[in-house]
């Protein structure tokens, strides 16, 4: 559920704005913006001249919310493919297991997923994806002090993870059979539940749980290799037209250096 000269202030500014929390129930379409050599009527977009992006938020620091405003590197990328597109963005908060089974998109609930998604064939059966943007690890976070240093010390502890994750396939394949796993619906329940001890310990993405150690009660005691990348998703039957075009993006991105400018604002000194 990853891959690695800053975009200037006015760009930043401005996509902060397409994904203030108060533009996040669509557009009206009403002073539509032009698009890309893709032409916006050929993509199959929900709302013409809108790139609506499902996101399971908070997932810092990929996703998530500061000051009224949804932030963090997928939202940040999100607004530079759309700037990129000539759309406008919309970003709309929806539970990360109807994302990754490819429920919302088939329906028509938004254009692509955005929410650090690793791209695996059993999501593949149900999603298409972007090349992979990002190159990811698991990890173990635990309470400072704990006696847990690996996941071979799960044995009779509780350890949350969450529900629909690489992280929860990981620790149902390899901790001890006797560990309890207990499945949150987002991380906005699974750090709370190891802060109040109602687990022992959290496994999940590298850079999420490097988050939780910043105010200095918990450390990861482990990490895991896994070869997963994050890609974007769009539905699977239909969305081969965006597809096309977002791999443009994306390619675009990296080739002009905003990808690692990017990159370098939320990872550089992880």
């Known amino acids: 559920m990853r891959i690695h000269s800053s975009f200037t ?13 108060t533009a ?12 890309s050599s893709a032409g916006g009527d050929d993509l199959g977009l929900v709302t013409a001249g809108t790139l609506t992006v499902c996101s399971d938020i908070p997932y810092k620091p990929f ?11 997928d939202m940040d990328m999100v607004g530079a493919i759309a700037e990129g597109m000539g759309l406008k963005l919309d970003v709309k908060d929806v539970g990360f297991d109807g994302l990754q089974s490819g429920v919302v998109l088939a329906s028509g609930q938004c254009d692509m997923g955005a929410s650090a998604m690793t791209i695996t064939p059993e999501r593949e059966k149900k999603l298409a994806f972007t090349d992979g943007y990002y190159d990811s690890e698991q990890s173990l976070l635990v309470p400072k002090g704990s006696d847990i240093k690996s996941i071979d010390d799960l044995a009779g502890k509780k350890v949350g993870v969450q529900q629909g994750t690489t992280g929860e396939k990981y620790t149902r394949e390899n901790a001890p059979e006797d560990a309890k796993i ?12 190891v802060q109040s001890r109602g687990v022992d310990a959290v496994l999940q993405d590298l850079p999420v749980n490097l988050e939780h150690t910043q105010g200095g009660k918990f450390d990861i005691v482990a990490k895991y290799k896994t070869d997963e990348q994050y890609g974007f998703a769009v539905k ?8 096309k075009e977002l791999d443009a993006q994306l390619a675009e ?18």
């Open 9 to 21: 202030k006015a760009l930043a500014v401005s996509a902060v704005a397409l994904m203030s929390l």
């Open 24 to 35: 996040c129930g669509g557009s009206d379409g009403g002073d539509e913006q032009s698009t």
């Open 63 to 73: 996703e998530y919310e500061e000051n009224g405003e949804y932030t963090g590197f």
């Open 182 to 193: 207990k499945a949150y619906p987002s991380d906005a329940e699974l750090f709370p539940a």
């Open 236 to 243: 699977k039957d239909g969305g081969e037209a965006l597809l």
């Open 253 to 270: 991105l990296k080739d002009n250096g905003k990808y690692d400018e990017l990159y370098d604002k939320y990872f550089s000194t992880k």
